[in-house]
DNA sequence: CTTGACCCCGTACTGTAGTCCGGGGTTTAG
DNA sequence: CTAAACCCCGGACTACAGTACGGGGTCAAG
């Protein structure tokens, strides 16, 4: 067995996700389908790891598997145009402006909560309902 | 009936979310439990709304319900002391910042994606992998 | 005083994202 | 050579977050 190849097993050791995790996120294409052993065992790439850390990552910050399908399939090739790529890689851009303000503006609040709370005022009111209302997402 | 409350339906339709959901999140315990008519209908507070904006926008941040019950609950009263708050707040505030970092990594590696397309050079692999893979989160 | 729109409740169903099971073959350490 | 550890696959199961259903009561307009 080739030294640069993971065995499904270990790939998923070392990303930190379930072996099954790793079956279904392959059959969802989310990583590539990896070349065989002749009895049928599946290699990976050592960069499947980064992959599936990756994906874990983005999905903690709320997007989707599809989303990530498609922040994943964001290359130049034959199939696509640098031209549809920049205009899919700024969407995604946007996308992601406005979840970082989202977040500023929840940060913002709760760093104001700690300085009431450091001046012993008590908040009788839930104050993080402030943040977050006033923009269109 | 009060010109300040809101039946249930007009109260989703304002705030763009299923009439179920809004019971749903009333039995999960993220929306107080509303007055009712003589007859048994809710009369929300007209803020009510924002909190349940604040719910979805926070959901699109990747916070599951629970994390965003624990947030809505971040306020000083008698059961909780202000210290005790505090140090809820920073840990969350730290969340935060690690999400914040996290997208504006993934942010880098999409302006970089552009300004190769912009010099037309064509991309086989997919760089946004190089973002997100050198941190704990 | 009825009809359509709205509300009540419990229960069942759906979609997403896994996770587990179990019967089998393979690889490796002793 | 065998036992433990690993892998294969299809299919069933789970958790979370809703969403739909259906039988019934309520409210406002005509």
Same mark, same amino acid.
Request: aromatic content about 4%; hydrophobic content about 35%; proline content about 4%.
């Given at each position: 067995? %080739?030294? +640069? $190849? ?7 050791? &070392? ?5 099954e995790t790793v079956r279904f996120y392959e059959r969802r294409g989310l990583l590539?389908k =990896? ?8 290699? *990976? =790439?050592?960069?499947? @790891?980064?992959? /599936?850390? *990756?994906?874990?990552?983005? &999905?903690?910050?709320? *997007?989707?598997l599809? !989303?990530?399908?498609? /922040? ?17 890689? #700024?969407? #995604?851009?946007?996308?992601? !402006?406005? +979840?970082?303000? $989202?977040?500023?503006?929840? #940060? +913002?609040?709760?760093? +104001?909560?700690?300085?009431?709370? %450091?001046?012993?005022? =008590?908040?009788?009111?839930? =104050?993080?309902? !402030?943040?977050?209302?006033? !923009?269109? @997402?």
């Amino acid at each position: 067995m %080739d030294m +640069k $190849s993971l065995t499904i097993g270990r790939l998923a050791k &070392q990303a930190g996700v379930n072996l099954e995790t790793v079956r279904f996120y392959e059959r969802r294409g989310l990583l590539p389908k =990896p070349p065989r052993t002749a009895s049928g065992y599946r290699l *990976f =790439p050592e960069d499947a @790891a980064s992959r /599936l850390r *990756f994906i874990r990552r983005a &999905q903690e910050l709320g *997007f989707s598997l599809t !989303e990530i399908g498609e /922040l994943l399939s964001l290359r130049v090739s034959r199939r696509t145009t640098s031209a549809d790529i920049r205009t899919r890689a #700024k969407a #995604k851009i946007a996308d992601i !402006e406005a +979840k970082i303000r $989202s977040l500023e503006s929840i #940060k +913002k609040t709760l760093r +104001k909560l700690t300085r009431v709370c %450091d001046g012993c005022a =008590p908040v009788a009111e839930c =104050p993080i309902l !402030e943040s977050l209302d006033r !923009e269109d @997402a």
